[in-house]
């Protein structure tokens, strides 16, 4: 069956850095990747995206300090997360965009807790 799995998150002092990793399994024809989080009681909301052509798109909480980044050969999309804030605390979500036999169809992975302590 389709998946991403995803991996890397954990907890890191303000300041600090981490890379989330994400690699999609058995899923083709992927147009978009991206990245969401959810904070401890709010609802998801959008990181970053990226195309197959590696456009890039990301949210203005993010910008300068997340890079989202793309391995078409493994089928992976990474996100470097520097200058990390207590806010950016969440758990946070890979999404893959792909083509499917007779329409789009998008794919979630099962989350990765990052924790930023201050």
């Known amino acids: 069956q389709v998946q991403l799995v995803e991996s890397g998150g954990g907890l890191v002092q303000a300041g600090g850095s981490l890379r989330l990793s994400c690699e999609a399994s058995r899923i083709f024809n992927i147009n978009a990747m991206g990245w969401y989080r959810q904070p401890p009681g709010k609802q998801r909301e959008f990181i970053a995206t990226i195309t197959g052509e590696r456009s890039t798109n990301y949210a203005d909480s993010v910008k300068g300090r997340f890079t989202i980044s793309r391995d078409n050969a493994k089928n992976t999309v990474y996100l470097q997360m520097n200058s990390l804030k207590p806010e950016d605390t969440a758990v946070y979500y890979c999404?893959?965009?792909?083509?499917?036999?007779?329409?789009?169809?998008?794919?979630w992975g099962q989350g990765t807790l990052v924790t930023v302590s201050s």
């Open positions: 999404n893959a965009q792909y083509r499917g036999p007779f329409r789009n169809l998008e794919v």
